[in-house]
Each structure stands twice: as structure tokens, then as C-alpha cells.
């Protein structure tokens, strides 16, 4: 039986562009802009300074405290400028700015030869950790921390989400079809870290090919590839976690709090590499598509590679876009501009032409509902949106359960209102953090 969730919206995936695709690798960029800032927590601490030269690999960002992560070189060449750089999620933020010197070159000790199975649970985390790996699949929390439950939560199950639900994106298809043996590997370390014996991997009913091959690579260990219908939010980890295991998340809880951990397919493949081969999170598959791409394609590409790169290395624009996104077109960010980095959880570039985005005129709610019936969550999206507008933040968290909202972006599409739901939640949910640090500080 196929497993869901209720609610979710089915909007066209669009992942024709590039589901057919084969992963092409991008040429190396002559200069990299590697933000300090490429994950959940604290921004990493730049170690280098300008003018030094570096290789490929070198740690040049430290992380700062438990939740933060290691920022590496993913060039070799001469640092010509630490300070405030574009950034696709802050506007600006200090960078690393590094000038190939045509060489990209390894620093000393990478790659190697490693015995993962030889290796206790501990140092396979410290090596999760060295290697700056973060989640792939746009959330990009620090993975070593993931995989660090505290003692008074039982975690018996792993969960790969290999749902890659969001309109478009195709790189996760695609490294399931071609690079499996990473992914096993990668979920066999994780499962050894976490000490569980079992192991969900959700893939939707879209990628049949996947799902037969991860099946095939899988066989003989305590791994099911469960079939999940395409539906959106289907990759959201509530979401998930209830679709492939019937448990369900409490109000304001996580993963951990039903025994669960859940890692994007792309992040276990990068665990393999940093485990197997001391590989750190220089590199990753990112889809670039959109009407107005003159090629789109799946591409491996540099952090800190520009967006505009990566474009031109897809031929283009073949179409003036009317939207560039970051990620996907339900959850992902509108940006202003293609010079802008590649940072670690940037799994899709979209260039949207001139009426392919759901956009339109907001009008006031009519009350139809139908965002009731999309919200996976179980909320009421059109009064979270009232309340927010009218400033009643508090009303909004204590009645409404704003801080429930996955800001999935399921009720924005449903509605014929057009109301900018998932915009008035998540000012609302700043309000409401902004209230607590004033009432903190007395």
C-alpha cells in the first residue's frame, strides 16, 4: 500500500527539464566566494586572512560552538579578500574570496584511503564533523548534531529523504541513478553512528527508476525504499516521518522525540565521501532549470561558485526570466540578483519566465478554505495570515499554533486570494522571537 499524509498540494513538477539528465561536472571557477554563513547556528569564524595561499580542502571558516559547522577551501589559490559578500539567504555576510591558481590542489592528507567499519561510532561523528557536513537538502543544519541525540531520547530508526518533492529539482533523482554506492555507504555509516538497526528510505512514485534501483542497491540490509505518491510537501521531515512510519511528531517536537532521525539522500552520499576519503563539503549537485534556461541541467558544482557561472555553464538565459529562486519554487527564495554564492544547501537555481510563476494581485481572504484543507500541519493558514496582518502575533502562536506552520507553502498555492500566507507567518514568528528577547532582557 502506497503510504501519504493528509492535506499537501500537487502542483506540476516540471522535473522534465532534467529528470532525463545525467549529472555534468561544472569547469572550476577562477574565483570562489565562500560565505561563513552555510548553515543552521553559528556563523563559522574565518582562519585565514588576505593574501594567504590555501589548497583545496583547507579549512578556512572554523566552526563556532557545538551548532555550527567547518567552512572549507573548494579551490586552491590565494585568498584576495575576507569581509562582506552578497549572500543568498542574508543579503550580505562575511566571506572567504579565493583566486585559483589553476592548480586545484589537495591540502596535505586529502584525499585518503579510510576503513570506516574499523572505525568506533565517535570518530566516525568527529570526521562528520570535521568535514563541515551540513543538510543537503536546503535546511542545511549541522549533520554532526543531527546525529548527536541527547541520552534521554531513544533513536531507533534512520529515515532518508529521498522525496525530492519540490517542483523541478532533479538532482536528488539523479544521484540515486547514478551514484547509489555512495548512498549506501553513506546510510551505513549513519546507521552505525546512530546505532540503529533499521532504515526508511521515501522516494515518490515519480521516480520509479530511483525506487528500483535503490531497492536493488539496498538488498540484504535492513533498508526499505518505501514508495510514496508524489505530493507536496511529501518531503517536509513531519510529514515524512509519519508517511513512511505512521508516527507522528507532537506539537512543537522533533524527529527525535518519536525516535527518529532523518537525513537528506544527498547528505549520506557527502558522509561517505568525508568518511571513505576525507572529502570535506566542497561540492555538491544542484539542478539549474527553468523555461528560461537555455540547458538545463544537473550540474556538480563548487561552493562558492556564482549563480551566474553555473548559468552560463547551462548555456544561459533563452528567456529574460521574470523570478531567479533559490531552491525550489514552493519553499525556495526570490533573489535580486545572479552574483550571488553557491553555498551549501542551494539545491536548485530556477530562471521562472513571465507567467509560469503562481503569482497574481493578493485580495483579501474569502474564506473558501481551501488552505485548510492543503495545511499538512492541520492548521488554519487564512486566520495565521488575519491575525498576522492585524499585528496579533501572540493571538496568532496561542490560539493558532503559529509555530507549528513548516511554512511549506501549500496553503499560498491553494489560495485563489493569492494572499502571501508563508510571508505574514513568518513575520509574525519574527515578532513573537523579537517580544521573548525584549521580555528576556527584562
Known amino acids: 500500500m502506497i503510504k501519504s499524509f493528509r492535506g499537501g498540494v500537487h502542483p506540476k513538477d516540471s522535473k522534465s527539464y532534467t529528470s532525463g539528465k545525467s549529472i555534468e561536472t561544472a569547469p572550476v571557477p577562477e574565483v570562489v566566494v565562500i560565505p561563513m554563513r552555510q548553515h543552521i547556528g553559528a556563523a563559522s569564524i574565518p582562519i585565514v586572512k588576505k593574501g594567504e595561499l590555501v589548497k583545496k580542502g583547507q579549512v578556512i571558516g572554523a566552526a563556532d560552538g557545538f551548532v555550527s559547522s567547518n567552512v572549507h577551501a573548494s ?23 579565493i583566486n585559483s591558481d589553476g592548480q586545484d590542489e589537495w591540502v596535505a592528507g586529502i584525499p585518503l584511503q579510510r576503513n570506516w567499519e574499523e572505525l568506533e561510532s565517535t570518530q566516525l561523528l568527529k570526521i562528520i564533523s570535521d568535514a563541515g557536513i551540513v543538510g543537503m537538502g536546503g535546511a542545511a543544519f549541522p549533520t554532526h548534531v543531527k546525529s548527536t541525540p541527547p541520552k534521554n531520547k531513544h533513536v531507533d530508526l534512520l529515515v532518508v529523504n529521498a522525496a525530492e518533492c519540490e517542483p523541478y529539482l532533479t ?13 549506501v555507504t553513506g546510510v551505513k555509516i549513519v546507521m552505525k553512528v546512530l546505532g540503529v538497526e533499521k532504515c526508511l528510505v521515501g522516494i515518490e512514485d515519480n521516480k520509479k527508476d530511483a525506487i528500483e534501483k535503490m531497492a536493488a542497491a539496498f538488498s540484504g540490509l ?24 505512521g508516527r507522528i511528531i507532537p506539537s512543537g517536537g522533533l524527529p527525535m522525540d518519536v525516535g527518529v532521525v532523518v537525513q537528506n539522500v544527498g547528505t549520506v552520499a557527502a558522509i561517505c565521501d568525508a568518511v571513505t576519503h576525507g572529502i570535506p563539503l566542497i561540492q555538491r549537485v544542484t539542478t539549474v532549470s527553468g523555461s528560461s534556461i537555455k540547458s538545463p541541467k544537473n550540474i556538480r558544482v563548487r561552493i562558492g561558485t556564482s549563480f551566474r557561472e553555473a548559468i552560463q555553464f547551462c548555456d544561459g538565459f533563452a528567456t529574460r526570466p521574470e523570478k531567479i529562486i533559490m531552491g525550489g519554487p514552493m519553499m525556495g527564495m526570490a533573489e ?22 503562481n503569482t497574481g494581485k493578493e485580495a483579501s481572504c474569502i474564506r473558501c478554505g481551501r488552505c485548510v484543507n492543503a495545511c499538512p500541519m492541520g492548521l488554519n493558514p487564512s486566520m495565521l ?4 496582518e492585524r499585528n496579533l502575533y501572540e493571538e496568532a502562536k496561542e490560539d493558532y499554533g503559529l ?8 496553503c499560498v498555492f491553494a489560495c485563489p486570494a493569492k494572499r502571501n500566507i508563508v510571508q505574514y507567518v513568518k513575520y509574525s514568528k519574527a515578532q513573537n522571537a523579537a517580544l521573548k528577547l525584549k521580555e528576556n532582557r527584562g
Request: aromatic share 4%; hydrophobic share 45%.
Open 75 to 97: 579551490i586552491s589559490g590565494q585568498v584576495i579578500d575576507v569581509g562582506d559578500h552578497p549572500h543568498p539567504v542574508f543579503g550580505k555576510c562575511m566571506a572567504v574570496v
Open 385 to 388: 495570515s488575519i491575525l498576522s
Open 403 to 410: 509555530f507549528d506552520c513548516a511554512e511549506c507553502g501549500s
Open 222 to 245: 535492513p533498508v526499505e525504499v518505501v514508495e510514496l505518491p508524489a505530493k507536496y510537501p511529501q518531503g517536509a521531515e513531519k510529514m515524512l516521518i509519519n508517511a513512511v512510519s
Open 336 to 357: 535580486p540578483s545572479i552574483d550571488i554564492p553557491i553555498i551549501k544547501g542551494v539545491s536548485g537555481i530556477l530562471a521562472i519566465a513571465k507567467g509560469e510563476a
Open 171 to 183: 538532482a536528488d533523482h539523479r544521484l540515486m541513478l547514478e551514484e547509489g554506492l555512495r548512498i
